[in-house]
């Protein structure tokens, strides 16, 4: 992997946006392929050890992605994605370090409001690293999802801190021995 690709992350508080730009080591075509093409976006898209099926895919503005994610046991959660809105990405930036988004469609529960289109997402080595992270950063904030094992594998939980911050702690119990 070539660590010098060109990678910049701006935020301007003015007009509330964040603006990534990102090189690739692939040709265009291929990334647009593999964000456009349900075979292949069916490869990469799950978070491990989850997977990916299409059942259809309408990609242009107002059209959209069905999409189910199923996990190891073959439980399947039908998804969603409409092409109006952000989808889905990860940005492999420093430090074995990913930066994430995604999006917050209206027919899974999500209103966006200024302050809630953010969060801070952390993966840490161990169950009790996620603890502690979750207790000391969550002390005088307010707790949304408590810190517990989830149907996706996951030893997870949300809040924002006493600043208004959001952080979601998310520690992969399927790929580790130590619950």
């Not at 392929?33 to 895919?57: I, N, V």
């Not at 073959?74 to 990913?98: A, D, F, Q, S």
């Not at 027919?107 to 840490?124: A, C």
Request: charged fraction near 20%; hydrophobic fraction near 35%; charge should be negative.
């Amino acid at each position: 992997m070539n660590p010098n690709l060109f990678f910049d992350f701006s935020v301007n508080k003015d007009t509330n946006t964040i603006n990534v730009k990102r090189e690739f080591a692939a040709d265009l075509p291929l990334v647009w392929d593999a964000w456009t093409k349900p075979e292949l976006l069916d490869q990469w898209f799950a978070p491990k050890p989850y997977r990916t099926r299409t059942k259809s895919m309408d990609f242009r503005e107002g059209g959209a992605w069905l999409y189910a994610m199923i996990s190891p046991g073959n439980i399947t959660h039908w998804c969603r994605t409409g092409y109006k809105k952000m989808l889905h990405v990860e940005l492999p930036i420093t430090g074995n370090h990913i930066l994430m988004g995604t999006d917050a469609p209206r027919e899974m529960g999500f209103t966006l409001v200024q302050g809630n289109n953010m969060h801070i997402s952390v993966e840490p080595e161990t169950r009790e690293e996620a603890k502690r992270i979750f207790d000391e950063l969550s002390a005088g904030g307010t707790i949304t999802m408590p810190l517990q094992d989830m149907f996706f594998g996951a030893y997870f939980g949300e809040f924002s801190d006493r600043y208004g911050i959001n952080w979601m702690i998310n520690f992969q119990t399927n790929n580790n021995n130590n619950k």
